[in-house]
């Protein structure tokens, strides 16, 4: 399943490029509050699974932690090298372990149940299904209201082009 992984992780870093890329070259979508608002949302649940990985706390972040977007895409692009080091070290028995989550609770009392058990591994899967889901948002949103172009990020596309190497955009001027 490690193998898996790292492949998904790989995918989901090039398609979060090809996202970024298309909200930076739509001035439309560099500019559009509801874009701004997942994609603090997608790396700011990135990195709290990391940090549940790593055992560290996680830091929940509001797109007012964000003065632009230059400063949220720092932030964005700082995930995966450390996501990778960390996922290049597990080996498959940690993905067996059981992960507390220290939101937890909050997710109980929404729930109006305690929540089962998860592992890292299935953590993983998490980051990577939430992450794809809300790109689809950023599509959506890119095409309908901004009458821009999503790009293509499917992971069979990715397989087509040859698993290709993340194509980041050039950091946006502050």
Known sequence: MLVLYRDLFDHMEWADARIWDAVLETSHARDDEGIRAILVHIHSAQRAFFDAWAGQPPAFRTPADFPDVAALYEYAIGYYPAARNLIESLDDSRLDEVLALPWVGLVEERI?????????????????????????????????????????????????FGRPQPQWPVAPVR
């Not at 992450?131 to 087509?160: C, F, K, M, N």
Request: without cysteine; charged residues 15%.
């Open 112 to 160: 109006g149940r305690a929540a089962a058990p998860t592992t890292v591994g299935e953590t993983m899967m998490q980051v990577i299904s939430h992450t794809t889901h809300h790109r689809a948002q950023i599509s959506v949103r890119l095409r309908l209201l901004l009458g821009g172009e999503p790009p293509v990020v499917d992971y069979i596309a990715w397989i087509w």
